[in-house]
């Protein structure tokens, strides 16, 4: 039983390959092309191969760059993302000491602020002018 099914798939294997034949392609009189397993009468044919080429070296190299072209694309992606990520820290840093700021602001009427080496109160015009100020950099900065 076994060597019928071994000697069956042997013919089967082999018989794509005897039962390939001859190709013939040629054009006809108004420029059509034409393919078949007879030649035409009285028009040149050309005879194609239908056998399968193993596949060229150069194909496996020519897929080496594209690999490591994919790879730089990771690490420049990598490297746009870290900067990205590291904007969105120094941006949140910005808007969390914005918005402290504009709490003391308005929590607290005395404010003092340094200037020229010592230190100075501001007065209710100025504190709300400064108010002001962190309320339109925290709308226009921070989401």
């Known amino acids: 039983m076994r060597l019928t099914i071994l000697a069956g798939g042997l013919l089967l294997a082999l018989s794509s390959s005897i039962m ?3 190709v013939y392609k040629w054009v006809d009189a108004k420029g059509v092309t034409h393919f078949g397993a007879q030649p035409p ?4 044919a050309e ?3 239908t056998a399968i080429a193993p596949p060229k070296p150069a194909v496996a190299e020519s897929a080496a760059p594209a690999v490591s072209g994919e790879s730089e694309q990771r690490d420049i992606d990598r ?3 870290q900067q990205v990520a590291k ?3 120094e941006r949140q840093h910005y808007c969390t000491t914005l918005r402290t700021n504009l709490a003391q602001l308005q929590n607290n009427p ?3 602020v340094q200037e020229d080496g010592g230190t100075r109160r ?3 015009e100025e504190r709300q002018a400064r108010i002001g100020e ?3 950099k925290i709308a226009d900065s921070c989401n």
């Open 134 to 136: 962190t309320q339109n």
């Open 110 to 112: 005395r404010v003092r």
């Open 20 to 22: 390939a034949g001859q």
């Open 79 to 81: 490297k746009v993302k």
């Open 122 to 124: 501001l007065n209710e």
């Open 41 to 44: 009468q009285g028009l040149p």
């Open 87 to 89: 904007q969105e820290a």
């Open 47 to 49: 005879t194609l191969n």
